[in-house]
Every structure is written in C-alpha cells, then in structure tokens.
C-alpha cells in the first residue's frame, strides 16, 4: 500500500509537469494560495474523472526509471567485468575455458537460490562448453554469511567437481543453513575439519565475501539468485529455458538479445 502511494504521488508529481511544463512549475513560487488551491482542484477534478490517466502516468514513471536503472547497471557490467568473470578466488563449474560464462550470485539460505540449482546442473551436463562462476552473496542473515565463510574455506581442500559436490550438498540442506550445516557437510566428506574452522576466519575469505558483497552493491543486486550473462542482469529463479535461450544468444551474437 505504501508503495503504491509513493508511486502515485510522484505519478501526480510529474503529471502536473506534462501538464503545466517545466516553465509554469518554476513560477509555481509566485502563485498565491488561492491559486495553488485552485489548481489543486483542477488536478484532482480531472483525476477523479479520469483515474486512467493516473494508471499510464505511473507506467510512464516505472518505464523510465526501468531504464536510468538499466544504463547505471550497464555501466556497473562494463567496469566490473574483469572481476566478474575472472577473480582469483571465484568458483568456477564446467569447462574453465568455455565460450559463454553465466554468473550467478547466491545465498545458501535462498529457497529461489535452491530452485535455480537444478537448472544451473542441467546446464552444466548439457552443455560442453559452458563456464559458470559461482558467487556467495550472503544477503539473508548472519547464518547465511557463516555458511559461506566455510564454503569459501572448503576450497583449499576441494577443487572442480567435488567442490561443486559439495556446494550442492550445502544447498539441498533442510532447514535453516549456517556454519554448523556447513561444517557437518564437510566432515561427511572427508575434509580436515580443524583447518577448515582456522581457514574460514582468514584475511582471503573475508576479502572474497567484501569483494562479492561489493560487486552486488555496484550492480544494484536486491536478491538472490541474480545471474549475469553478457550484457544482461536476470534476477530470480527465471527457469531453466530462458538461461538456455540467453546462453544460445551470447553464442550466437555476443548479447542477451540478437
């Protein structure tokens, strides 16, 4: 309700600007309060008759600033990319050196996070010459930084497919996920318990949880899963058919639209 409020009174905000011009509202200073009240009155008597208008005003409001997000985002992509795709500590499944890489940022206590799973192994198997970057972005909680910060440790001792193991054993977990879920984890496989609790609280772990919180800040990332492929953000579990179609587009043109 709020939110639809806020919107609708910038709606009316700029509809007095279509309305008047940018000239009439800079004189607005020197209007008495009869006149602004006068005003008043017309604006809202011609909303109350025609409430349509407050609806395509608010879609016009939402359309532009869909797009001053997109070009902040894009600028956000191009300086960030080198980061993206090729950071040191980054968690790389499927070919090294595929031809299309999808990035995905994730937190381990994401139900949507754990739906997308699915898709992204999917991808992973059918697709040869796919690369996938894998990025904690632990957004929900202390439990879900505690559960990366073993995770991010986990890779001095796992590498390639076992790493991704036991990624996934991590995230198909019931249940709320933090250090103890991820310790046990590690423990059912084998990994030297004792070093990975030394390991979690060392300076590269925490540089790679503020390298990838930062990245999402700069990208303007609200939630996770986020994948990035190209020249495109894709917020949300979106499904596995739209991640095909997009990888088959950079493919094939270099963007996420050809």
């Known amino acids: 309700m709020r939110f639809s409020f806020l919107k609708s009174c910038q709606a009316v905000a700029l509809l007095g600007a279509l ?3 940018p000239s009439a509202m800079a004189q607005n200073a020197v209007f008495s309060d009869q006149q ?3 005003i008043g009155e017309i604006v809202k008597d011609y909303l109350m008759k025609n409430p349509e208008v407050l609806q395509e005003v608010i879609g016009e409001l939402e ?17 960030t990319r080198q980061t993206l795709l090729n950071a040191p500590h980054s968690f790389i499944v499927g070919n090294p050196s595929g031809d299309v890489t999808l990035v995905e940022f994730f937190d381990y206590n994401c139900g949507y996070c ?3 799973l699915a898709d992204v192994k999917t991808l992973v198997k ?19 930084v505690e559960a990366s910060r073993v995770a991010l440790a986990a890779r001095n001792q796992l590498s390639g497919d076992k790493l991704f193991d ?42 790679a949880l503020q390298e990838n919180m930062g990245l999402g800040d700069k990208l303007g990332l609200t939630g996770t899963p986020a994948f990035i492929i190209g020249d495109e953000i894709i917020p949300g ?7 095909k179609q997009v990888v088959a587009n950079v493919r094939q043109c270099g963007k996420s639209n050809c």
């Open 19 to 21: 309305a008047f011009g």
């Open 36 to 38: 602004r009240q006068a």
């Open 63 to 79: 359309k532009r600033q869909a797009e001053a997000q997109r070009v902040v985002q894009a600028g956000a992509l191009k300086e």
């Open 114 to 116: 754990k739906r997308a």
């Open 126 to 144: 059918g697709d040869p010459k796919l690369r996938v970057v894998l990025k904690d972005f632990p957004v929900l909680g202390p439990d879900s």
């Open 166 to 207: 036991y990624h996934v054993k991590v995230m198909d977990s019931k249940g709320r996920v933090g250090a103890e879920r991820a310790l046990a984890v590690a423990k059912e496989m084998g990994l030297d318990v004792a070093r990975l609790q030394k390991d979690m609280e060392s300076a590269d772990v925490r540089a």
């Open 237 to 243: 579990a979106v499904g596995l058919d739209p991640l």
